[in-house]
Nanobody, 124 residues
Framework: QVQLVESGGGSVQAGGSLRLSCAAS????????MAWFRQAPGKERVGVAS????????HYADSVEGRFTISYDSAKRTLHLQMNSLKPEDAAMYYC?????????????????WGQGTQVTVSS
């Protein structure tokens, strides 16, 4: 059973940075599509970024393109999300997700495995 545990959330001022991590375990396939989602209060959960565990071009939502960077450390099976130039509208619960179906691997795909989330707060 896939387990995903997020960490690294916190409170920052607008313009600041945070780095989220997601430790993965229980993988039974050699490769996965990994992604970050976020959900703000009263809003739907939306995909932020995705990356294939074997490397390749990541995909980003337009709202975070150029500010966020997704990466995957295959040796440690850990997914990261480096968030720079944070804005108040980035405040949300951030979730890590995994999918054994590795194509097309975009933030719009369906993901069957989820972490519990880590909270990000951005003050103006």
């Amino acid at each position: 059973q896939v387990q995903l545990v997020e960490s690294g959330g916190g409170s920052v001022q607008a313009g600041g940075s945070l780095r989220l991590s997601c430790a993965a375990s229980g993988f039974i396939y050699p490769s996965y599509c990994m992604a970050w989602f976020r959900q703000a209060p009263g809003k739907e959960r939306v995909g932020v970024a995705s990356i294939y565990s074997g490397g390749g071009t990541p995909h980003y939502a337009d709202s975070v393109e150029g500010r966020f960077t997704i990466s995957y450390d295959s040796a440690k099976r850990t997914l990261h999300l480096q968030m720079n130039s944070l804005k108040p509208e980035d405040a949300a619960m951030y979730y890590c997700a995994a999918n054994s179906v590795v194509y097309p691997c975009t933030p719009d795909d369906e993901y069957p495995d989820w972490g519990q989330g880590t909270q990000v707060t951005v003050s103006s």
